[in-house]
């Protein structure tokens, strides 16, 4: 099916955007080879589980994050530089790490109909998951990535391992195939120094418009980048008012 308008705007991330989608021959070469520099690479599991009952965390321990004096169960457990950097080495290496910084979200303690009576959800992620996997190493590997995440809050929570009544296990794999995400990568591109402000999405080119006319960018590929802030489907859209 073929649709016809005056100005088109693309939330997918730059890759699926040009290379896949709008084909790399409408564009200079010089612009699809930075478009094919940008480091989409960084591995994650989600694992969604059911729990039996609210984690019991050990005495004196208030894990739970407060935001303007509203309470959010949310765990992050990243003890130290140090801790965060070996689980990167690891990582880089191909390997999957033994006690990587994870994040625990249980968001039915706040909203109450998104478990039974007496039960909890609960989502970890976790980055630092291997990439470049094949489909059988993935899918072992994200369950064993799962475990230690779980036996890592168990320790603080005694009890947390066997209140998992189900869980269901994610990587950035799944999400690529699901929701069309270039190597899985929900910032659509890195976070990392030359891919911030003028970097997005290409150094030295427009943040929203692009080489073809009327194809303009809206998702967080542009500046400011990732985050639930409708700011970049706001510039991308002032962008292409200001085109027609």
Known sequence: TTISADAVLSSLDPYTTFVNLAGTQYFPPDYIRKIKEINFNLGYIQAHLTIDQAPQWI????PYMHDNGQWCPTVAHAPSPEYI???????????????????????????????????????????????????????SWKEQYADTCVRIFDKFAPGF????????????????????????????????????????????????????????????????????????????????????
């Not at 005495?59 to 208030?62: D, G, K, M």
């Open 59 to 62: 005495e004196r321990l208030q």
């Open 85 to 139: 950097s070996d689980a990167w080495e690891q990582y880089r290496k191909g390997q999957l790490p033994d006690a990587p910084p994870t994040y625990l979200y249980i968001p039915s303690m706040v909203d109450s109909s998104l478990a039974p009576e007496g039960k909890h959800s609960a989502t970890i992620f976790t980055p630092y998951f291997p990439t470049g996997l094949d489909a059988d190493e993935n899918r």
């Open 161 to 244: 391992a066997d209140s998992v009544t189900n869980r269901v296990v994610f990587s950035n794999r799944y999400f690529g195939s699901t929701f069309s995400a270039h190597a899985g990568d929900y910032s659509h591109g890195l976070l990392q120094p030359n891919q911030l402000w003028t970097g997005r999405v290409v150094e030295g080119a427009d943040k929203f418009a692009t080489p073809v006319d009327g194809l303009y960018l809206c998702g967080q590929c542009t500046h400011p980048g990732p985050g639930v802030t409708g700011i970049p489907g706001w510039n991308g859209a002032e962008a292409a008012l200001k085109h027609l």
